[in-house]
């Protein structure tokens, strides 16, 4: 008997091997007693709860609220931005009074009527993004669902429909998506035109436009079993995929290609504005489906491009060989010695795919670069990055920081910028974006108040203070405006799942 127990044991392991190489795992191992910060994530609940008000006495049904005049503006179509874009928070919050009356709105909105042209990044990311993300949390049985069914079932025919009205942005030369689509002709409608050299493109589709959709519209179309719109979004991705002609350091492609002929026009690369997302989301749809990565290609144009981020591009300041920035490069391709507050967003990406792909040397850049986005923060006055309008960057990197390292230190960076924000409010006012970071409480405040900062600001806030496992990252992805998807294969938590049937 002894042999055969011997055998059992060895077939055992191995069969315990073999899943351990096949499966991921994302998250850090964070101990059973791990239970976050509830005083600090019911602060950030409260924030949402008081700005929500705000919006909604003043402004329901439109896209933004004015904070300092309470007006209103309508920038996303008017649509009802905040709503649409705020409500998976809502939902992770347990906010069920709000979530009602978010979906019902989400539920009944006339996607079909826009008076002005209507643009597809935006309105993919927040609104689209937005409903699958509300609809994935809902039917993952995670969070309390005692809505009206209807309006649940009702996000992903809603997601549908804006997809088709957005559908003839592809009908380019190409199938490089045009930025906007005129509602009352249906027809394609360019960006801004480009001049390099001495030729003026006027068929210029950025690279973040095009390779921000396969998420969305791949998950879109896994949803209603429509292939239609995973196909565009493949179709626009395998232009930059192919990059024609060659970046000058392999992977960091730049922001404009023309639609024409799928050439690129600039190659000014790097994490910044402009290609980010199209980077941001290799590594995140991969991990949606490793299966839809044909031959692995969005895993390995992403090893490149962070294998030369990590060659060439990683910089440390002058006299700060501490700090580590990832540069920008000119439209020579050229490296710029500067960077914008967007790329801090890749600290967070670099851990992510790091973790996942089990390369230790990436997650090392990734913390690096978060922070040294962090210093940029708490060096400023009100303690907000250089950039106030783009600060969830760093707050996305810093979530990412403490969920795959397990390091306190990154929630305490969360909780400064958190409590740095709420001295930039006036009693009675919700939050605000503020004019300059180097003058006490932030300046002039900026009557402005974004949807992003319901869908983002306050998301990754609350994650960062909320038990480890709400929002698992072995569970979900997000998207470049933090709505998080569920992954379809290849973490351990979800084999799991499937195996238990909770799928
Ligand atoms: C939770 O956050 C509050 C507010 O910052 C702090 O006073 C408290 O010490 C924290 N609790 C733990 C257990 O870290
Ligand atoms: C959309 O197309 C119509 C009809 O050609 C045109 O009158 C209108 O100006 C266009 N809208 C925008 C915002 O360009
Ligand atoms: C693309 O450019 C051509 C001119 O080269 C122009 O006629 C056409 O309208 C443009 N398409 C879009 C969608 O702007
Ligand atoms: C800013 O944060 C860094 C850690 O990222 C820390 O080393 C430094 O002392 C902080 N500076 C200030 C002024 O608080
Ligand atoms: C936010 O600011 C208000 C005063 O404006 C204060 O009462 C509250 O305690 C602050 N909250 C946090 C979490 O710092």
Redesign the pocket.
């Known amino acids: 008997m002894r042999f055969s127990e011997h055998f059992f044991l060895a077939v055992f392991a191995g069969t315990v091997a073999a899943q351990g190489n096949s499966c991921k795992t994302i998250q850090y191992a964070f101990p059973a007693e791990t239970n976050g910060n509830a005083t600090r994530a019911e602060a950030v609940k409260a924030a949402y709860i008081r700005s929500w008000s705000e919006y909604a006495a003043n402004c329901f049904g439109n896209d933004d609220l004015l904070p300092v005049s309470r007006g209103c503006r309508n920038d996303l179509d008017g649509f009802g931005a905040t709503i649409i874009d705020g409500m998976d928070t809502a939902i992770i919050m347990g906010l069920t009074n709000i979530v009602a009356r978010q979906l019902e709105h989400a539920a009944t909105v006339d996607f079909s009527k826009a008076s002005a042209l209507v643009e597809l990044f935006d309105i993919n990311i927040r609104y689209i993004g937005g409903m699958l993300s509300a609809h994935d949390l809902l039917a993952s049985g995670l969070f309390p669902n005692p809505y009206n069914q209807n309006h649940v079932d009702a996000l992903v025919t809603q997601a549908a429909k804006l997809a088709t009205n957005l559908k003839p942005c592809f009908e380019t030369a190409t199938g490089l998506p045009a930025t906007y689509v005129n509602y009352t002709t249906m027809q394609p409608v360019a960006g801004f035109p480009l001049t390099v050299g001495h030729t003026t493109y006027l068929n210029v589709t950025n690279t973040a436009q095009a390779g921000t959709l396969i998420l969305e519209w791949y998950r879109l179309s896994d949803k209603t079993g429509d292939r239609s719109f995973h196909d565009l979004a493949e179709k626009a991705e395998s232009w930059l995929l192919k990059p024609n002609p060659p970046p000058r350091y392999p992977g960091l492609v730049g922001t404009a290609t023309d639609s024409n002929t799928g050439r690129f026009l600039t190659l000014d690369g790097g994490w910044k504005s402009g290609v980010d997302s199209f980077l941001e989301y290799l590594v995140k749809t991969h991990i949606y489906n490793p299966a839809e990565d044909i031959n692995d290609q969005w895993k390995n144009f992403w090893f490149t491009a962070a294998d030369s981020t990590q060659d060439f591009i990683a910089l440390h300041p002058y006299g700060h060989p501490e700090l580590t920035f990832l540069s920008e490069l000119d439209n020579d391709g050229n490296i710029e010695w500067s960077m914008d507050d967007y790329s801090c967003f890749a600290g967070g990406n670099l851990m992510l795919g790091g973790k996942y792909f089990d390369r230790p040397d990436l997650i090392a850049l990734g913390e690096a670069a978060a922070?040294?986005c962090?210093?940029t923060?708490?060096?400023t006055v009100t303690g907000l990055g250089p950039l106030s309008k783009s600060f969830p960057e760093t707050i996305e990197s810093i979530f990412y920081g403490w969920r795959i390292t397990g390091d306190p230190?990154w929630q305490e960076?969360n909780w400064e910028i958190f409590q740095a924000l709420n001295t930039t409010r006036t009693e009675n006012a919700p939050y605000w974006e503020i004019t300059d970071v180097n003058a006490e409480y932030g300046g002039q405040p900026y009557d402005y108040l974004s949807s992003y900062y319901f869908a983002e600001t306050l998301k990754y806030l609350y994650l960062t203070f909320a038990e480890p496992d709400v929002v698992s990252l072995d569970r979900f992805t997000f998207n470049t405006e933090c709505h998080p998807m569920l992954i379809q294969a290849g973490t351990c938590a979800v084999e799991e799942a499937k195996r238990k049937e909770l799928f």
Request: hydrophobic share 10%; net charge neutral.
């Open positions: 922070e040294s962090h210093v923060y708490n060096t230190k960076y």
